[in-house]
């Protein structure tokens, strides 16, 4: 039998789903976050969903929030450490075919506080500020700032391709870089901050540009974003040159 990949994907979830179940069979008893960790917890979500930015105004593109109540979060007693938990929070930018001829659209942007390592081979990873945390949230400080555009593989290519540059070119990399080493603002902060974000804006990408996402490690494990191999910047250059020798030769 073959396997699709949608059914791999199934699979793999249900392995997940049910080695999570077996886990906490041998619980006893579970414990949820102390009230330390809960605060530290909601106010790296706050400052996460701050940072995604709401869709752009025009083509009917949609969004779908994720990101876990710390109130849900327990773990066997016998188990439990401070801050043994990665901060993820993501938004779903869905853009439909106008012409309806394929599926929508579906490009993910995904922020997450104190991952416990950088993994520069994933395809989908952009970059992040700060340090590795092999403990994750232990001593409920921020140790690193992580983003990743992750692209669904399906949909118009011109579509993932000008959402995938112009989510990476909307992110606030100064609000970011200014995390890691920091405390936390208050939720309602982020709150301030996020009503006074603007759309995403759209980026228009030269067809024949592919877009790529790399990275490079810089310093103490810092990471510097790449955003593509052509800077968003250069593919703007080139799709205004492209214009105006349309224009020379009256096409």
């Known amino acids: 039998m073959r396997l699709t990949p949608a059914i791999t994907q199934v699979l793999l979830m249900f392995g997940l789903l049910t080695s999570s179940i077996f886990a906490h069979a041998d619980c006893v008893d579970t414990v949820p976050l102390n009230a330390q960790e809960k605060a530290f917890y909601s106010r790296a979500n706050a400052a996460l969903i701050s940072l995604l930015r709401p869709a752009p105004a025009s083509e009917k593109i949609r969004t779908v929030d994720a990101s876990t109540n710390p109130s849900d979060i327990e773990t066997c007693k016998g188990d439990k450490k401070s801050g043994d938990f990665v901060v993820h929070v993501s938004r779903k930018y869905i853009w439909p075919d106008p012409k309806g001829n394929s599926a929508d659209t579906a490009i993910t942007l995904q922020l997450a506080i104190n991952v416990t390592k950088f993994d520069t081979s994933d395809a989908n990873y952009i970059g992040a500020y700060g340090n590795p945390s092999p403990e994750k949230s232990a001593g409920l400080k921020v140790n690193n700032v992580e983003?990743?555009?992750?692209?669904?593989?399906?949909?118009?290519?011109?579509?993932?391709?000008?959402?995938?540059?112009?989510?990476?070119?909307?992110?606030?990399?100064?609000?970011?870089?200014?995390?890691?080493?920091?405390?936390?603002?208050?939720?309602?902060?982020?709150?301030?901050?996020?009503?006074?974000?603007?759309?995403?804006?759209?980026?228009?990408?030269?067809?024949?540009?592919t877009s790529t996402v790399t990275s490079t490690t810089t310093g103490a494990g810092q990471l510097k974003s790449l955003d593509s191999a052509i800077s968003v910047d250069s593919v703007k250059s080139a799709a205004d040159s492209v214009q105006k020798l349309k224009g020379l030769f009256g096409r």
């Open 147 to 209: 983003w990743r555009v992750l692209d669904s593989g399906y949909g118009v290519q011109s579509q993932r391709d000008s959402l995938r540059a112009s989510l990476a070119n909307s992110l606030d990399r100064k609000r970011l870089e200014a995390l890691p080493g920091k405390p936390l603002p208050t939720a309602a902060e982020s709150e301030a901050y996020a009503k006074k974000a603007a759309p995403t804006e759209l980026v228009a990408v030269a067809p024949s540009v």
